[in-house]
Structure formats: C-alpha cells, structure tokens
C-alpha cells in the first residue's frame, strides 16, 4: 500500500505565477488534510476535505488559495500570484474514515521556493 | 484559540541519558498525537493518545497524556544518536456538529533534538 504520494516535491516560481500542488491519499482514504510549515516553525492546518467537499478551511488565507478534491483524482491546492511569504513546505495528509486509533499519514512535502 | 505550547524547544542530550519533553494545550480535546521529524523529511506518527491516562511505549520513546492538566509528556530513555531530530506534538481541535474530531491539527512549535556522544 503506498503513502501519501505529492507532486511536485519541489517547485520555484517566480512571483506573480501560479503554484499548482498536488496529493493523493492513502488507498482506503477519504479524509485530506492541508498543512504549511514556514522555515524553522511547526506545521499549520489550512483545509481539511473529503471527496467534492470542503468540510473546514479556516486555515486558508482568504485570497489567492484553493483547494479541491474531485471525485476522481488527487486533491490540489492552488495558490494564484504567489509571493515570496508563501515559500513554504506544504505538506498533504490523509486519514481514513474515523475510527479510533487512526492517525494522519503524512506525504513528503512540496517545498515551494518564490523568486 | 487552542495554543499549543512544547518545552523545550532545544534539547541536547548525551547518549544514555534520560530526559522528558513536554506538551501542553489551552483547550479540552481527545487526541494527542507525536511526530519525528527529520530534517528536509515528512512527518513520523510515534503516538495517538486517546484517553487520560493513557502511556504508550515504542522502544527508547514513552508517552502519556493527562487530559485533566492538558498535559502530555515523551520520556526518552537511554538517548542514542538516532534519536536526533524535530518532534511535534499535535492536538485534534476540529469538532464536527455531533462532537466528534475531524483531524484538525495544531502542533507545537517543535523541540530539536539532539542526542550526541
């Protein structure tokens, strides 16, 4: 089974472009969750989604980010005219319908550098 | 605003010893989860803690959670260079309408573990 899978693992852009991640969840997964992670700081959730549905994004800034989770295919987040303050490592993860015990499988990151 | 707050945040140790890193968090919630991070890497699940109370043990690590104090603390034993790396702790703060978590996460800052001869 494999993990959490994103893509790009890394990705520049130049300000004023758009930044396009991708995540595909755990197999059996339907819950994804969004995260950023500045330089030398822990993680903040920005969304969390299940399939076609956006269930909480108090954690997204409220202009220029997205994020999806079509029926078919992987969750994107979408971040239009990036800005150097949004070079980060944003990282994807995924839980499998609540049960107890479970914990949110982490993939390895996109780190995005704005020039 | 649930806070989320790890003590230390750096941490030097010498290999064989022992030592406690602490979590504590502003606000009543269900789950407590610890991470390894190392670095330019993903996240690690060590632990979910479910209940007060609770201690789980994997190897050198040790956790537990008292619910009542907002507490929750990872015992190291017998630190080896292995163990050298970021470690988060993480508190569901999401509620849906019936009361149950939902996975939203918010993670301490981190302690930067180093484990050296």
């Known amino acids: 089974n494999a993990g959490v899978m994103q893509n790009p693992r890394h990705l520049v852009r130049r300000r004023g472009q758009e930044a396009r991640l991708r995540c595909s969840p755990m197999k059996g997964h339907s819950h994804v969750y969004w995260y950023r992670q500045l330089p030398e700081e822990g993680l903040k959730f920005m969304v969390y989604?299940?399939?076609?549905?956006?269930?909480?994004e108090s954690g997204m800034p409220k202009e220029r980010f997205s994020a999806e989770f079509p029926k078919e295919g992987p969750s994107i987040l979408r971040i239009q005219q990036v800005v150097r303050g949004d070079s980060a490592a944003y990282f994807c993860?995924?839980?499998?319908?609540?049960?107890?015990?479970?914990?949110?499988?982490f993939g390895p990151g996109t780190r995005l550098l704005v020039l | 605003e649930l806070k989320v707050e790890q003590n230390p945040l750096f941490l030097s140790m010498q290999e064989g010893k022992n030592y406690t890193i602490y979590c504590n968090y502003s606000t009543t919630s269900d789950r407590l989860y610890w991470y390894r991070q190392d670095p330019g890497k993903s996240l690690e699940s060590l632990f979910v803690?479910?209940?007060?109370?609770a201690v789980k043990q994997e190897g050198r690590l040790m956790a537990s959670l008292d619910t009542k104090a907002r507490l929750s603390t990872l015992h190291i034993t017998a630190a080896v260079h292995d163990l050298s790396a970021t470690y988060f702790c993480?508190?569901?703060?999401?509620?849906?309408?019936?009361?149950?978590?939902?996975?939203?996460?918010?993670f301490g800052q981190g302690t930067i573990l180093t484990v050296h001869p």
């Open positions: 803690l479910l209940s007060n109370g």
């Open positions: 989604l299940q399939k076609e549905n956006i269930i909480d």
């Open positions: 993860a995924s839980s499998p319908p609540r049960t107890i015990q479970e914990t949110q499988y």
């Open positions: 993480a508190v569901d703060s999401g509620k849906n309408a019936g009361g149950t978590s939902y996975g939203k996460l918010t």
